[in-house]
């Protein structure tokens, strides 16, 4: 199972994060890979991951209000589309990142982008 990205997964590295039963329908997880903050987001059994951080002003997002499929700032009130990363209101005009997210053995598997 996967979800839209813009990332090719053939060109990403896939980590295990957690067992799918650690993360119940309309929860979070925040982790993170390097330097990277992402949370994933598991609405209706379909999971979604993108960069922990408001492309308005760097601050963290994923504790942000969700409906439906917008992650909505903390802090200054911007949605953001979960499953493209999409800026969808001011203030914010930038995408954040988004990562594929799949299934695997009962596992949560994060997909990053390999640098070229």
């Known amino acids: 199972m996967f ?3 813009p990332y090719d997964e053939s060109q990403c590295d896939f ?3 957690a067992p799918v039963d650690e993360l119940p329908n309309g929860e ?5 890979l390097g330097d990277m903050p992402i949370a994933i987001f598991n609405i209706a059994d379909d999971f979604y991951a993108i960069r922990d951080q408001c492309s308005h002003e760097d601050l963290e997002i994923g504790d942000g209000e969700v409906e439906g499929f917008e992650l909505i700032c903390p802090h200054h009130g ?9 800026a969808l209101t001011l203030p914010a005009v930038d995408d954040i990142p988004v990562y594929p997210v799949r299934i695997k053995d009962g ?9 070229s």
């Open 15 to 17: 980590y295990e994060i």
């Open 78 to 86: 911007a949605h953001f589309n979960l499953r493209t990363g999409e």
């Open 107 to 115: 596992m949560i598997e994060l997909g990053v982008p390999r640098e």
């Open 3 to 5: 979800n839209y990205t």
């Open 28 to 32: 979070r997880l925040f982790v993170e």
